[in-house]
């Protein structure tokens, strides 16, 4: 267990047409929000978890004095239209060198389960607070864009890289022949953003023919709404004392 | 001898039920104290090096004008009930590549030698001196940790990630089918910690069913605890000066 | 996919007596925008792609909502003396071992060809500006060296090292017993230097016995000559306010 | 070429009961001048390069436009007595993977080539600059300390840890069934310590029986004790005109 390893813990029968969804920490954990809302309501069957000596030398501590390696899961929920994979996790590996490696073994385990198509999320930061959060997205094919475009999805207007494995497996994959789509759901950054990971779910639930209860999110995305206006609030009010008049935040408007 | 390699040094015969006790560096030293002092004590003898490239390019110099890598070293004991192999070293391997290595080469030696038990002794920082030391713990079965709830080890109120060995070993040692446990000392942490050392010498010693001499243990824990009385009583004389009166100090209480 | 591989995307027919241009990111960017700038004037073939681990774990977003790897890529263009294969890319690897692992990969690739001749661009920071810009050189043959001096390349008045690709690709040959020359234009250093780009894409032009179309590369270097001129009228201003004299600034002269 | 390795340029004949000193840089320099002298002096030829990936990603510009590795090299010179293989470089490498490695591929050649003895050179700084130097040592084997001893060679005193190939090489040396030695010069630290390296050329030269020429080493410490005669007159100045009376200064006395 001295290097990067997938451990199956649960016989997998054939997949029927399954889909990766990849949600893993990253810009306002959107990835990590998504992928885990989505384990915990569909109610996914842990099959297998990926273990690294690329990941921080740590164990975590459980509530109960039990003890468990840092590590990525991948989950399964046979849905009416087609399978979904569900790879979430703790951390990424911090280094060039053991983020290509998780990735490969992420693909070697979708090639061998014959997953074609793959779908990572991710944030996208604007650096301000939209009412309306768009989903920017890019992927490997064209029909793949055309499907997405449909619900909204906007591409093309994204710039610059895609840090780490949301951007990785995809375009790795696409080596390997599958198809692949990076989801970003558009946020200011900085900390988690529920909001922008509620409509990721929205979406998903849509493309994918799943139905997911949305009301835990939309409760805590409604909770960060009133956070996020209060400080909104605050700081035109610092603004107003100390210039006299309101401004525009770029941070905040 | 450029990689991680275990070299016996020392014919083993089959070990009686062997447990592995890991003493390595950490916080407040208390692992590296325990198993030092468990060696010396017990008089255990030296069976097996391990070196490693990840351990730091560094030579140490003896008083007698030698000279000797940085390793860590296995000991034997074989006590009455049971045969005790001690780890214990000049380091950890800083790199998690490193770390994951060194834990899987020690497990191959405890595979090779039928150890099935894991007591990695580590530290946990409660940023406070208590005067009734806890011994915290994490373990990866119920059984084992049943039977150290019986000596008033607490389970379930660390809480975080135990960096290091001390997590690694036991935790990826389930994986190959062992039982593992990580006892951590109640520390301020901060410097070499004698009285949690102590306990958890104590501790070991009615869990192993061996006779452990305390009294050298006793008295640098003795000298320990006269040291921190000295500079509580400091700390509270300054604040008096400072305040006009004495207040709670939250890291000596 | 997780190590560092060239992907043929063209099947390459045999070469004929054929050189590599290697034209990388480095100092003042000369590598690059030379490589980049005769890919495109000589309408250059992509004939296959490197990836590595050691690469940053990223992946570039197009204007067309599409995802790409960091790779370097390699170009044919078949002139009429002889093939011409030039590698061009957007990084290099940072680390030690990724260097000699993707030269060490370019090398294969040029053995698997018959690639016999390497010339290499880089940039050679004087920390002045020249009116004439110089183009220094460093070789592995004295043959090499005396076919450039011809064309006024100046070798033995470069002093130091040579970071990264534009050095250990020539010198690593060597050993395979291929013959290397990295060209080094002269520069102030610090941001992109076309005119010193200019200067080596009419040198290999030369020495080639190909027609490259300047006019592209001369517009962008008249450019970049007006902006310099004007920041040296305004260092030469700022210096006669402040010291009533005009002063030989050390930078700009 | 993308790995660790030692490339022989000359055939080796069977040594004479050869003998390896290492003098690459390190504290002082004191290595390094000790390994270069010897080289120059007793014009031993080179007869092997070690090139590493753990070494800079850099080439050397030469003084006739040529450019070379970074790289260790191997030098032989047969003496009356005994055969002498002299390891020098430009670098060590930085990592401890990369140090491990480089040492193991040095030990390697000596197994091939029947080295049973090492002898690597250092500096051992003492944070004062002595009248009389000492030559501190570390050796593997007592047999060896006692020869040394003779010599005036100082055991037990230095005391931490020796960080590199000074201390790697007769350290991993003796797994091998080899024995080794470090010897370390008495220095202030901080530059190039010729008086230091001298002391050492000359004890090598008794040791191994060989006569090497003092003159320029003799010439170059001269000018060193001139110019930390001047620094320490200039301290001692300065601390007059600052406190009206000439102190000990703890770093030159």
Redesign the interface.
Known sequence: ???TVV?ETDKIKKLNNPVLIVGLPGIGLIGQVVGRYLVKELKAAKIASLYS??????????????????KNSFYLHRARKRDLVIVVGDVQAL???G???V???I?EFCKKHKVRQLVTVGGYSTGKISEQRKIF????EDKL?DKFKKYGVV??E???????AA??I???GK??GMEGI?LMGETHGGYVDTIAAREIVKLLAVYLGISVNLKRIDERAKKSEKIMKKIEDEIKKSMETEYGSSRTVSYIR
Not at 53 to 70: A, D, E, N, S, Y
Not at 158 to 164: D, E, F, P, W
């Open positions: 267990m001295i290097e451990v000596h690329h990941f921080p030398h740590q164990v975590f501590m459980t509530k109960k004095g039990g003890m468990r390696l840092i280094s060039s060198v983020q290509y490696e990735a490969g073994k693909l997205a890019v992927a490997t864009k591409f093309g994204a710039k610059g890289s895609i840090v780490g951007g990785l995809p375009t790795l080596i390997e990076c």
